[in-house]
């Protein structure tokens, strides 16, 4: 069945170096892929999406490039901040606009924190 | 605020009892989902309605957890004889195109 594999955690970085969490996947179709960030106390925030080969999903100066070739997403971003600290999940779906059900499948999150 | 929410946010109760979570999305959403998380790992699908229809149920849903969504606006997970395997946090999500929002979630703890 289709599963996500995140690099294991906790990540910890001083304020202004540069993130990678590794993300890669496995499906059967065509799916398209997500990274979600839980804040402390807070629910699931989408931070960006990319539905096909090739595209990037940018926010918030967080990337991440959809890599059939290697079936990857990794996110990255330049220069983090102290406010980026939370835990972040990869995720995948299979869900076409027409077509009914398929859940997100999550990895198991990779915790990021950030110091001054 | 993604419009979601969910009630209680936190639920603590005594082994061999029934407790009932409450989500309601927003109007839009049309296809609403529950998921647990446990600690330490990413959110694992529960079920998933299509309007009022449950169409699809994951094999974590064991025959003491029932959901419903009447009318295809809020839905109800309800968990009978509770376990102490059950505790976790029960998220409930809206759908509507390809981005879920995810509501806060209800903290089940059995003792």
């Known amino acids: 069945g289709d599963s996500v594999t995140q690099m294991e955690g906790p990540v910890t970085l001083s304020e202004e170096a540069f993130l990678t969490i590794n993300c890669t996947y496995t499906?059967?179709?065509?799916?398209?892929l997500f990274w979600y960030v839980q804040y402390p106390g807070e629910g699931l925030q989408l931070l960006l999406k990319?539905?096909?080969?090739?595209d990037k999903g940018s926010n918030k100066g967080f990337e991440a490039t959809y890599r059939k070739e290697t079936t990857s997403f990794h996110l990255e971003k330049g220069s983090v901040q102290v406010s980026d600290s939370a835990v972040y999940f990869c995720?995948?779906?299979?869900?076409?606009?027409?077509?009914?059900?398929?859940?997100?499948?999550f990895g198991k999150g990779t915790t990021l924190s950030v110091s001054s | 605020d993604t419009g979601v929410s969910q009630d209680p946010r936190h639920k603590i109760t005594k082994r061999g009892q029934n407790v009932t979570f409450r989500c309601d999305p927003i109007?839009?959403?049309?296809?609403l989902y529950w998921y647990r998380q446990t600690l330490g790992q990413g959110p694992e699908f529960l079920t998933y309605?299509?309007?009022?229809?449950?169409?699809?149920k994951s094999r974590l849903l064991s025959d003491r957890f029932s959901a419903e969504r009447p009318k295809g606006s809020f839905s109800t997970l309800e968990i009978q004889r509770t376990e102490q395997g059950d505790s976790a946090m029960y998220l409930c999500?809206?759908?509507?195109?390809?981005?879920?929002?995810f509501g806060q979630g209800t903290r089940l703890t059995v003792v």
């Open positions: 999500a809206g759908r509507s195109g390809t981005e879920a929002f």
């Open positions: 499906a059967t179709g065509y799916p398209s």
């Open positions: 109007s839009e959403h049309n296809r």
């Open positions: 995720a995948l779906s299979e869900l076409g606009l027409s077509q009914a059900g398929t859940a997100l499948i």
């Open positions: 309605f299509q309007n009022e229809a449950q169409l699809e």
């Open positions: 990319a539905t096909k080969a090739d």
